[in-house]
């Protein structure tokens, strides 16, 4: 019994040793099997925290992107419609701007299909893109909508330049032209240099196809090492890491390397192919921690084998140590990687920190010198921060405030004004987030950045005033008239309301501009948009269409037509008088009238366009009518613009055809003999017969052929004076030509008038040119000197049409004159009218004091004729002696005549 009781104790104790063993060994084994766990664990946590680091830095540079590349392409867009618009200086703003005030933008122009550059920014641009891989598929872009590219690659660099090719299609979808932006490797740099902290990491940008834009490194070793990488690589040697989007690249002989690549979409860019944002850094210097913890559990597992219990005491002490160990590099994480990705979104500016219960903000000295402080003075104040907010954007602020508070959004970011210390107000970008709540989800503490983008606001408002608004006159131009009339036609239905479209073109300004020069005519244009700035209402819209045409957008002229007509009119009327009065511009005193075409409108069914072209005729009406007037638009309108359309294509096949003639209205003396003729043009049109000049000398002044058409008649004429010059009884006749406006204002007019009668060989004593008083208004001292150039070489002037203008008196002493003629207004009242018959004596006499011969116009019965013969008038024109004749009839009735020199045709 005793031996039993004792070998119990010892078969216990062997047994609790075996017991013991076995319990050791499975603590031994189970803490081999826990210290393999922790090691793969390190090891995965690692890699992961580098893997979401590098996923990180990844987005951030992606969103940079696109945000860049969104502006390139919007600015793009800009440029294209400015110039479909045919606003060149638009164009050339935007691409100066974008050129110049982009970092890393090369160069942006607009060019054709063959590499010529229409259009250029400020910098220097060549005159073609020549090479022929510059211009490769030019013709294959179709897609309006759509951004190409193409990469200019540097050998020297290995890099290349990203070129951003936008077409611009022609009526038919053909790509004519094409608006062209070369991206530097600068323009992505900056965005790539913030992956780049530590010296084995390197970042590159391609396309779709692997061509390589940039590649930056830390280290220049990296560099060349990642480049010589980027060929060995192969798909074989790429596997998945624990966090999605990022793999393991094993190359054989090189370190292995955590890859992230990217591909920013030509989704969201509409590119014709996606870039590729590849970051890429070493796994070596990430493995030394989690390998020295794996030696350390191999020691101490051998201590284990050898120690027993203490071992399993010491891995307990292990893990609770291990555990503490983890839960502060997952806070510490958290915390990274928020202030890392505000710090990336904010440019790492000024810092501000809001602790919500106690509603205290704090700023750090950066944020603090934004607002013109030093750091602490605003925290000195006391202040309520909301009080800084400009009271426009408040509201804003607030709102988009509580809705990330609420937690309704993952961010908090706004741009809006904060007052400066000096009063003024500056324009910030602010970025924050909650970073701590309490255990019911209510914030406590926010933290955020502040950017200053005062410069950025500051060229968005320039390049919207240069897209909006006319760069001369500041007026609002097509575009955002477009815009405003859109408004009005919806308010004109809402409010039940007629508005009116009234375009106001200036009188002889072409004239003006040619004769008194650009800047006079830009200053004019000027001083009229002030005018009408003054004139028109509030509520009133003027723009500016280009060259010398304004358009008036009234709203809320009555609720009838009747009533807004009669308001239009009223307000019509105020305008002619008001742009009537005299500019007193660069020591002159410019005399300039409008002509108005006015169209009403009323609900939603009218377009611009429609209305433009409505108002349009209305205007040449007002034209036709005399200028300095105005005129409505009415449906019959659009017949006659056609009509005139139709004369005008056929006044120039005329001209090219000969179809123009020339007959000669005789210029009788107080003994009825013929001395002289005036050249009349006439127009045998093949269809409709004799057209009156009536009704084609205003379609040819108004399409600008009044110049051929002036250079015809003096050629003619002059050719004839020669003929007449073969023979005696015509030797001594002379010959009137009128000389229309536009013919006088041009610079060569001395130079052309004499070639013309060189090459003619006409005598310049014969030659008579006829003006008329209009012409004096524009540039008097010009008229002047043209007229004393030509006079010395023997060429004769007349004043037509005398009496009916306002201006000539003044001047009329001046004037190198031979004749007046007496307008035929006063002429067909004669003798009854005693009005008429004064003014036409006082003519009579004034010219003979004056040294000047008198011609009597429109002469038609015998009493008219008598009267002027007793009144001393010393020529006379008219149907009493005969009507504008053809060459061949005027010889003929020559031919009858008595005298050689002059003859009598009362017959």
Not at 139 to 165: C, N, P, W
Not at 499 to 516: E, P, Q, R, Y
Request: with cysteine.
């Amino acid at each position: 019994m005793n031996h039993a009781r004792e070998r119990m104790p010892l078969n216990a104790s062997a047994q609790r040793s075996r017991i013991e063993w076995i319990v050791a060994g499975l603590l031994v084994l189970l803490s081999i099997l826990l210290c393999v766990f922790s090691v793969l664990s390190e090891r995965n946590l690692v890699h992961s925290l580098a893997s979401e680091r590098l996923t990180g830095q990844a987005l951030a540079i992606e969103g940079g992107l696109l945000r860049r590349m969104k502006s390139a392409r919007a600015t793009l867009f800009q440029i294209r419609e400015a110039w479909q618009s045919s606003d060149r200086a638009a164009s050339t703003v935007l691409l100066t701007a974008f050129s110049s005030l982009v970092h890393g933008v090369r160069r942006a122009v607009i060019m054709d299909r063959e590499g010529k550059v229409l259009l250029s920014g400020g910098r220097m641009a060549p005159s073609r893109i020549s090479e022929a891989d510059d211009l490769r598929g030019l013709a294959d872009m179709k897609d309006a909508d759509t951004v190409y590219t193409r990469v200019l690659t540097d050998s020297q660099t290995g890099g290349g330049t990203l070129r951003l090719i936008l077409p611009i299609l022609d009526a038919w979808g053909r790509p004519r032209h094409f608006v062209v932006a070369e991206l530097s490797a600068d323009y992505f740099n900056m965005l790539q240099r913030m992956a780049l902290e530590t010296d084995d990491t390197w970042s590159s940008l391609s396309m779709a196809d692997g061509t390589l834009l940039g590649l930056l490194a830390s280290d220049p070793r990296t560099a060349q090492a990642a480049a010589t990488w980027r060929l060995d690589t192969t798909a074989s040697a790429v596997r998945s890491s624990p966090v999605p989007g990022v793999h393991i690249v094993d190359v054989a002989g090189q370190p292995r390397r955590l890859l992230v690549r990217r591909t920013v979409g030509s989704r969201e860019l509409m590119l014709d192919q996606p870039l590729v944002l590849t970051l890429s850094r070493e796994l070596s210097p990430l493995d030394g921690p989690w390998q020295r913890l794996a030696t350390v559990y191999a020691i101490t597992l051998a201590v284990l084998i050898l120690a027993g219990c203490g071992m399993l005491r010491l891995a307990q002490i292990r893990r609770a140590r291990w555990d503490g160990l983890m839960h502060a590099q997952d806070h510490e994480r958290i915390e990274h990687l928020q202030r890392m990705e505000l710090a990336l979104e904010g440019a790492v500016l000024g810092l501000w920190e809001l602790s919500i219960p106690d509603d205290h903000m704090r700023v750090d000295a950066r944020a603090a010198a934004i607002q013109g402080y030093q750091f602490g003075e605003i925290e000195a104040r006391g202040f309520d921060w909301r009080a800084d907010l400009h009271p426009d954007d408040a509201d804003f602020f607030l709102q988009q405030f509580a809705q990330h508070l609420g937690g309704n959004t993952s961010k908090f970011e706004v741009e809006c004004r904060l007052r400066r210390k000096d009063g003024g107000w500056v324009w910030v970008q602010c970025l924050g987030r909650v970073i701590q709540r309490d255990a019911s989800g209510q914030p406590l503490h926010v933290l955020g950045t502040r950017m200053d983008i005062s410069a950025r606001k500051q060229h968005e408002t320039e390049i919207e005033r240069l897209a909006f608004y006319d760069s001369l006159t500041g007026l609002p131009n097509r575009r955002l008239l477009h815009e405003r009339l859109d408004r009005g036609l919806v308010a004109s239905e809402e409010r039940g309301q007629i508005g009116a479209i009234v375009l106001i073109d200036l009188d002889n300004f072409k004239s003006l501009n040619d004769t008194l020069g650009h800047d006079l005519g830009d200053q004019l244009l000027v001083s009229v948009s002030a005018r009408l700035r003054q004139i028109v209402r509030a509520q009133d819209t003027v723009a500016r269409l280009g060259g010398d045409e304004f358009v008036l957008l009234l709203e809320s002229l009555g609720g009838s037509w009747a009533e807004a007509r009669r308001n239009a009119e009223t307000l019509g009327r105020n305008l002619l008088q008001r742009l009537s009065h005299p500019y007193h511009l660069a020591d002159r005193q410019i005399y300039s009238t409008p002509s108005l075409g006015i169209t009403l409108f009323a609900g939603g069914s009218s377009k611009l366009d429609d209305l433009l072209r409505q108002a349009d005729m209305a205007m040449y009406e007002a034209k036709a009518q005399g200028r300095n007037t105005l005129s409505f638009f009415e449906p019959e309108m659009q017949a006659h613009t056609s009509a005139n359309a139709q004369l005008q294509s056929d006044l120039h096949r005329a001209l090219e055809r000969c179809e123009l003639l020339l007959h000669y209205q005789p210029i009788l003396d107080r003994k009825r003999r013929i001395i002289g003729v005036e050249s009349l043009v006439r127009w045998q049109h093949p269809e409709m017969g004799m057209v009156s000049p009536a009704r084609f000398i205003p379609v040819a002044e108004q399409c600008g052929l009044i110049l051929p058409l002036g250079d015809w008649v003096l050629e003619q004429t002059c050719r004839q004076l020669v003929a007449w010059a073969a023979h005696a009884s015509t030797a001594e006749l002379f010959a009137a030509v009128n000389i229309s406006a536009r013919q006088l204002s041009q610079p060569d007019f001395v130079v052309k008038v004499l070639e013309t009668v060189r090459r003619t060989g006409a005598s310049p004593s014969r030659l008579k040119l006829e003006l008329t008083e209009s012409m004096f208004l524009l540039d008097v001292e010009g008229v002047i000197e043209k007229m004393a150039a030509l006079k010395r070489h023997g060429i004769g002037f007349s004043l037509d049409d005398f009496g009916t203008g306002y201006s000539s008196l003044c001047y009329l002493q001046r004037l190198p004159l031979d004749r007046l003629k007496i307008d035929k207004s006063f002429v067909s009242d004669l003798p009854d009218n005693a009005n008429s018959a004064a003014i036409g004596a006082a003519i009579i006499g004034l010219a003979h004091n004056l040294g000047l011969q008198v011609i009597a116009e429109g002469v038609e019965n015998q009493e008219q004729w008598q009267f002027l013969l007793e009144g001393q008038c010393d020529a006379f024109q008219g149907y009493l002696f005969a009507p504008p004749l053809p060459v061949e009839e005027l010889d003929r009735r020559l031919s009858l005549g008595s005298d050689q020199n002059a003859l009598d045709v009362s017959a």
